[in-house]
Nanobody
Framework: QVHPAESGGGSVQAGGSLRLSCEAS????????INWYRQAPGKQRELVAG???????NYADSVKGRFTISRDNAKNMVYLQMNSLSPEDTAVYYC?????????WGQGTQVTVSS
């Protein structure tokens, strides 16, 4: 079992920044693909960013140029740097570790952006 643990959420004003962190247990972390999803009230869950085991990244169009995903395999950590935040980014953000074809979801961390 993998138990991703997110942290770093909070409240920020529009234009501000936050960095989310995700810690995932397991000695094969370096082989995992990691995604960040978010879900806003009344909206469908959406993929925000992903990073493959080899380091390739992908982003939703809505966050390109503002968000950066990165990983530190030595620490079993993945980060989501979020800049130029807007109220539309308000959501619960989830880290998902994809290991051997199975997705393991964290509990989520709330991000609230006020105008």
């Amino acid at each position: 079992q993998v138990h991703p643990a997110e942290s770093g959420g909070g409240s920020v004003q529009a234009g501000g920044s936050l960095r989310l962190s995700c810690e995932a247990s397991g000695s094969i972390f370096r082989l995992d693909d990691i995604n960040w999803y978010r879900q806003a009230p009344g909206k469908q869950r959406e993929l925000v960013a992903g990073i493959l085991s080899g380091g390739d990244t992908n982003y939703a169009d809505s966050v390109k140029g503002r968000f950066t995903i990165s990983r530190d395999n030595a620490k079993n950590m993945v980060y989501l740097q979020m800049n130029s935040l807007s109220p539309e980014d308000t959501a619960v953000y989830y880290c998902v570790v994809n290991r051997r074809g199975v997705g393991f979801w964290g509990q989520g961390t709330q991000v609230t952006v006020s105008s």
